[in-house]
């Protein structure tokens, strides 16, 4: 890769990464669903710039309930009811197991021996980090719907396996049409009107900040430049990158919300860290790190 485009890489793992702490910051603003309904309202502003994406209805829907509105209600949900942003960065990545799992049960795609051996790691590193479950920074509910917005995540995933080569900002874009009416609907029920009118009556600079953060900066430009990163170079070169989204967003979670991971939680994360090295990274990289020594 050239060293710009190793820059913009960088870039979107960094934006990422914060990507957590700004939805920490977020909720104390608004209601979880609320502010899902409301990403993807400015997400999916200038859908008229970009024609549909070439794919079925079906899977079109599909793709905007698991993806988009699955994944990021139950994340938000969970970060509002005890799941500190740091380890929410970590457990997100459990989409990676995930989708081996669903893609093997479905698709009939067996993971390889060094996969296997990743979600094991990966599997006693969760198992580390829920014997760490307990007050109000980390609840055992939000442990379970941050896990639950990974399988939605790991899911969409398995769906666009499907659809062959499209503009990943444009499929985002038309995507972001899907979430916003359910809900809003659901916020109603759920979170009530007093606190959706609370919120938009309260609106301040720094709420409008992290809207504009998490669907200008987090989703669209990400979007753009990952897509465009892909195009260029191989998934292999490319996707290593997401790798170091977890360190940006502990280590922006330690500094702007101060966040303190003790020994026991820090060693499951870096087990789920290893795993997840372990089962992205091609066998050859490990075999050229070797060969160094």
């Known amino acids: 890769m050239s060293p710009s485009h190793i820059l913009l890489a960088?870039?979107?793992?960094?934006?990422?990464g914060i990507n957590f702490t700004i939805i920490r910051i977020g909720l104390g603003s608004f209601p979880p669903i609320l502010l899902v309904a409301i990403r993807f309202v400015v997400v999916a502003l200038p859908v008229f710039l970009f024609p549909r994406p070439n794919i079925s209805w079906k899977r079109f829907f599909a793709l905007g309930i698991f993806l988009f509105l699955g994944q990021f209600t139950f994340l938000f949900?969970?970060?509002?009811?005890?799941?500190?942003?740091?380890?929410?960065?970590?457990?997100?990545?459990?989409?990676v197991f995930l989708t081996i799992l669903i893609a093997a049960v479905f698709l009939k795609e067996m993971p390889t021996r060094i996969q296997v051996i990743g979600m094991v790691i990966a599997c006693l590193g969760l198992f580390i980090i829920s014997e760490t479950v307990g007050g109000a920074d980390f609840t055992l509910l939000g442990l379970l719907l941050c896990l639950t917005a990974a399988a939605f995540?790991?899911?969409?995933?398995?769906?666009?396996r499907g659809i062959g080569k499209?503009?990943?900002l444009a499929l985002v874009t038309w995507l972001s049409l899907i979430p916003p009416i359910p809900l809003f609907a659901l916020s109603y029920v759920l979170e009530g009107p007093?606190?959706?009118?609370?919120?938009?009556s309260s609106i301040d600079w720094v709420s409008i900040g992290v809207i504009l953060y998490l669907a200008f900066l987090s989703t669209t430009v990400?979007?753009?430049i990952w897509s465009r990163l892909l195009a260029q170079y191989s998934a292999a070169t490319v996707v290593p990158f997401a790798l170091l989204v977890p360190i940006?967003?502990?280590?922006?979670?330690m500094i702007f919300l101060g966040e303190q991971f003790g020994p026991l939680r820090l060693t499951g994360m870096a087990l789920v860290f290893v795993g997840l090295v372990i089962a992205v990274l091609p066998v050859k990289h490990f075999r050229k790190l070797l060969a160094k020594y």
Do not use: R
């Open 10 to 16: 960088l870039l979107v793992a960094v934006i990422w």
């Open 77 to 95: 949900t969970s970060m509002s009811v005890g799941m500190p942003a740091g380890v929410a960065s970590i457990l997100m990545q459990s989409q």
């Open 153 to 160: 995540w790991a899911t969409g995933n398995v769906l666009l």
């Open 166 to 168: 499209v503009d990943m």
């Open 194 to 200: 007093d606190a959706i009118a609370g919120a938009f």
């Open 222 to 224: 990400c979007y753009a």
């Open 248 to 253: 940006f967003g502990m280590g922006s979670a």
